[in-house]
């Protein structure tokens, strides 16, 4: 794979509700910082744009199609969509970079998740005709698959509770941060179970926001004259949909995205992992490959604020700037989709 | 520089109404396994798969890629869901030929699909959103003022629509996947049909199908060892506009004109109708083959629907352009799908493998697709040598 220069990242502050703003009016301030940041007028000057988003949060078809209003596309631009996180729609503009069709990209995501019931709108991604008529959501799912790691001795309970004081403390440095603050992890022990054995505070919150990416061959970036983080390896993998054909205590599909990725060819600093149940974060650092002398999630990660549809691409970009900043030279991102890690995607960046 | 990209097998179900003897993963594995037969190849072949299909709300599903993994074979592989309005089907087949083109990747499966009889198109176009107007009208509805608008212009005569109804019936008669098959339509019938959206009769709509498509692309290296013959892509190209702002033309779209103009540049195409034997292109109520005929270069400006009523683009009068030889999306419409369905008819024709609606000696064809309030196209160019 061709290099990849990672040029400018914005997001949005996580908050539970972002009232009367509308899905353009959450896009277009992470857009203009992002462009601004580059130096560039609007998405004209980018060769490719794509983003990420589902209709179902919104609650109508075709909720990106507005989206296209925060990019001032007159005239038309080249731009693409995926239903999936923003995550993925930098996969399609890495695809388009390496095919010699474009030599810089416009990415962002958004989701609106408040008007809704958010796990429960989760729960029609199963199987529609024997699965989702039960109504099963995202947080039971989750559940179930916390129990099978505590059952099979994987993890204790303690060390869920320590996930989640490590990211409220790590969350402090963040300004975009939802939940954030020094908590032990025996006060968070003491807290009353939710859907066992998950606590509340096991589970990530339900966040409004977006955020957006301006990536580019390293030769454009270096004709922008910007500082940029190299993206060096892009890999994802979907497993089955049906629980029971799974080990929901492994993952395997982040294991086999780990290595198509490489990231055992070096130490890794840094990992963002997109972990929005507590006791993820354990399964995903041992598929990762990852020893105790990387930082997780740094920015406290998505059980500080869980933008839907962007908290992937957010992955992606935390690690990106924390390069560009030089807080590190090489870290790895991880973004996840579906019930219980269903689908995962993990990305190696290096500094310049 | 791109790596060559080329369709190696292509597969579609029947297209119907209600398809109730399948899931819609059933749906589904029927288009894919019918493209890896094709190319006689197994599931073990692909190296990813890429699905399109419109809005999740058609089928009440959230994502549902992620319950297909299992029935396209996709444990274990990268899986994205491309998904652009009405345009997805050929968004989808633009984004897995990237997959090739970028060298990571020397075998991809494609499928898009819509199975509308699981819920109901209009009502999900239709639901009402806070500080917007509520449009209870579906497509039709939203369509019928520009059409209104492009006939003013060009003082067309109302036959045009008529026409294009019949002849795309008439070719679908000779596709025997085709939704409807109506081999003895009549101009009487079509203008006798109920009135839906003034000037759109019901015989010049599209109808509501289920029903899936499938490609599988390859690399050259992989392509030249297919046993079928392959139809390499020649050029994509896609472009967005915002549905609604100040001057905006729309009846003929800037985003249409200039992806068209893009792809005729990467297939070398300087005259359109002349360059092609033959086009699939989207159109979904009748009078937008005049339309797109001026838009995509084929026709003058305000001669479009001249072009329509001469037979320009009918096979049964010879034309010397023919359109939509499948049938087009006036006689099968699982929306996700339509817009792929176009691309791989197209190709289909350079194969040489269309069947009953084969153009002779085709060698290139132009496949399209349009989504959203006419603000979202997708252009691929197919030719039966690579250059």
């Given amino acids: 794979m061709r290099d990849i220069a990672i040029v400018s990242f914005v997001q949005s502050d996580c908050v539970r509700d972002a009232g009367a703003r509308n899905e353009v009016e959450l896009i277009m301030p992470v857009v203009r910082k992002v462009l601004d940041n580059v130096g560039l007028e609007s998405a004209q000057n ?77 729960s029609q991604q199963l199987d529609p005709y024997y699965l989702a008529p039960l109504w099963l959501d995202t947080v039971s799912s989750a559940a179930l698959q916390a129990r099978a790691m505590l059952d099979s001795g994987e993890i204790t309970e303690r060390e869920m509770a320590e996930v989640v004081a490590r990211s409220r403390k790590n969350a402090k440095s963040n300004p975009h941060a939802q939940l954030k603050g020094d908590v032990s992890a025996d006060e968070l022990l003491n807290e009353p179970t939710y859907l066992s054995p998950l606590r509340k505070h096991d589970c990530c919150p339900v966040s409004d926001g977006a955020c957006a990416m301006v990536i580019a061959t390293v030769e454009q970036a270096k004709k922008w004259g910007k500082p940029y983080a190299v993206l060096k390896g892009i890999d994802h993998r979907i497993e089955s949909a049906h629980f029971g054909a799974r080990d929901l205590t492994k993952s395997p599909s982040t294991e086999a995205a780990a290595k198509a990725a490489g990231v055992a060819n070096g130490p890794i600093d840094i990992a963002e992992i997109y972990a929005p149940f507590s006791h993820q974060e354990i399964i995903l650092k041992k598929a990762l490959g990852l020893g105790d002398d990387t930082v997780i999630n740094p920015s406290g990660g998505v059980l500080a604020g869980n933008l839907m549809m962007a908290s992937g691409l957010s992955r992606i970009g935390e690690v990106a700037m924390r390069i560009i900043n030089g807080e590190c030279k090489r870290g790895v991102a991880h973004a996840t989709s579906g019930h219980a890690l269903q689908q995962n995607l993990v990305a190696v960046l290096e500094g310049a | ?344 008819e197209a190709a289909r024709q350079v194969r040489g493998d269309a069947g009953d609606h084969q153009v002779d000696g085709a060698k290139l064809a132009l496949g399209h697709a349009y989504g959203g309030g006419a603000q979202f196209f997708a252009m691929w160019v197919v030719g039966s040598e690579k250059a």
């Fill in chain 2, 1 to 344: 520089m791109a790596e060559l990209a080329a369709v190696v097998g292509i597969g579609q179900t029947k297209y119907q109404t209600k398809h109730k003897d399948v899931s819609i993963a059933g749906l589904v594995r029927d288009a894919a396994f019918k493209a890896l037969q094709d190319a006689e190849l197994t599931w073990d072949d692909i190296d990813a798969v890429i699905v399109g299909k419109a809005p999740d709300m058609f089928e009440g599903m959230v994502m549902p890629e992620l319950y297909l993994t299992d029935a396209l074979g996709c444990n274990g592989k990268p899986m994205l869901r491309v998904h652009t309005a009405g345009s997805v089907g050929g968004s989808t087949a633009i984004v897995a030929a990237s997959y090739v083109q970028s060298g990571m990747f020397k075998r991809i499966l494609t499928v898009t699909y819509e199975k509308q009889s699981e819920s109901n198109a209009m009502w999900a176009l239709s639901n009402a959103q806070p500080f917007s107007p509520h449009l209870n009208a579906g497509a039709g509805g939203f369509f019928a003022p520009i059409i209104r608008e492009y006939m003013r212009r060009t003082q067309a005569s109302p036959e045009a629509g008529i026409k294009v109804a019949v002849k795309d019936r008439l070719h679908g008669a000779r596709n025997p996947l085709a939704h409807l098959q109506l081999p003895n339509i009549t101009m009487k019938e079509v203008e006798e049909s109920p009135m839906l959206w003034e000037p759109l009769r019901f015989l010049e709509s599209c109808p509501s199908s289920d029903g899936a498509c499938a490609l599988v692309i390859s690399n050259e290296e992989l392509a030249k060892q297919s046993p079928k013959k392959p139809a390499w892509i020649r050029g994509t190209a896609m472009r967005s506009e915002p549905t609604m702002y100040a001057g905006r033309e729309e009846v003929s779209p800037r985003a249409g004109i200039d992806c068209a103009k893009d792809v005729y540049a990467q297939a070398g195409v300087t005259n359109p109708r002349k360059d092609f034997d033959c086009a699939e292109v989207y159109v979904p109520f009748s009078w937008y083959e005049p339309m797109w005929l001026e838009n995509l270069g084929f026709a003058e400006k305000g001669e479009g629907w001249k072009m329509t009523l001469e037979g320009a683009t009918s096979l049964d009068d010879n034309g010397d352009i023919p359109w939509n030889c499948s049938g087009g999306v006036l006689s099968s419409n699982p929306i996700g799908a339509s817009g792929m369905i176009r691309f791989a």
């Fill in chain 1, 46 to 122: 980018v060769d490719f744009t794509c983003s990420g988003s589902c209709d179902y949060l919104q609650g109508a078809a075709f909720a990106f199609v507005l989206g296209v209003d925060a990019l001032g596309a007159v005239p038309p631009i080249k731009e693409s969509h995926v239903e999936m996180d923003a995550a993925w729609a930098l996969y399609e503009a890495v695809l388009k970079i390496q095919s010699g069709q474009a030599e810089s990209a416009l990415l962002y995501g958004f989701g609106k998740s408040s008007p809704g019931e958010l796990p429960i709108v989760l």
